[in-house]
């Protein structure tokens, strides 16, 4: 295995970890902006109020695209343990 090969692998590790992270961010970055601007209109500062709605619409999240990331995960390490045997 030569370094191009390392490198190969460890951009796609990256890529494909940031493919399956973005729709969490992005939707917690959605919320937090949300509740910061109700909290803004309300003049309410309540913690609990930042942190649930987050907590909650990521767990939604995650139970709907759940068969999507372990499709990407498992594509990877596919592609990998393959290319990997092909090394040997």
């Known amino acids: 295995m030569n370094e191009q ?3 190969d692998i460890l951009f796609a590790a ?3 970890a940031l493919r399956l992270a973005s729709p969490l961010l992005l939707t917690s970055l959605g919320i937090g902006l949300f509740v910061s601007i109700f909290q ?3 003049q309410i500062n309540e913690q609990t109020l930042t942190f649930v709605p987050k907590l909650v619409g990521i767990g939604i ?8 990331m372990l499709t990407v995960l498992r594509d990877f390490v596919t592609r990998h343990f393959e290319r990997l045997l092909t090394f040997m």
């Open 5 to 7: 090969a390392v490198i």
């Open 14 to 16: 990256f890529t494909t």
């Open 40 to 42: 803004a209109a309300t």
């Open 61 to 68: 999240l995650l139970v709907l695209l759940s068969p999507w």
